[in-house]
């Protein structure tokens, strides 16, 4: 069973910044890609960022420019810097890994519980 321990998330005013950390522990043989999705009360989760085993990212629309996504593969951790943030990003936030576990060959995936992220105006 994998872990994804998320950190970071709070409140914040709008313009404010946070920093997103999401962990990966557990019976893993690698990573692939990583990502951080949100989720809005009612709604899908979505993607915000992703970012590939060679360090490719992609962005939300919404979120270009503003949100940063990276990882350190030493410490099997993807973050994601949130600038410049609106009201509207309020949102669950969630990690996702896509990794091999341990004695398999097939790519699984795991999701993070979530960390609230809330903008005020």
């Known amino acids: 069973q994998v872990r994804l321990v998320e950190s970071g998330g709070g409140l914040v005013q709008a313009g404010g910044s946070l920093r997103l950390s999401c962990v990966a522990s557990?019976?893993?043989?690698?990573?692939?890609?990583m990502n951080w999705y949100r989720q809005f009360p009612g709604k899908q989760r979505e993607l915000v960022a992703g970012?590939?085993?060679?360090?490719?990212?992609n962005y939300a629309d919404s979120v270009q420019g503003r949100f940063t996504i990276s990882r350190d593969n030493a410490k099997n951790t993807v973050y994601l810097q949130m600038n410049s943030l609106k009201p509207e990003d309020t949102a669950a936030y969630h990690c996702?890994?896509?990794?091999?576990?341990?004695?398999?060959?097939?790519?699984?995936?795991?999701w993070g519980q979530g960390i609230q992220v809330t903008v005020s105006s």
């Open positions: 557990g019976a893993f043989s690698s990573i692939n890609a």
């Open positions: 970012i590939t085993s060679g360090g490719s990212t």
């Open positions: 996702n890994v896509n990794l091999v576990l341990a004695g398999q060959r097939g790519v699984s995936y795991s």
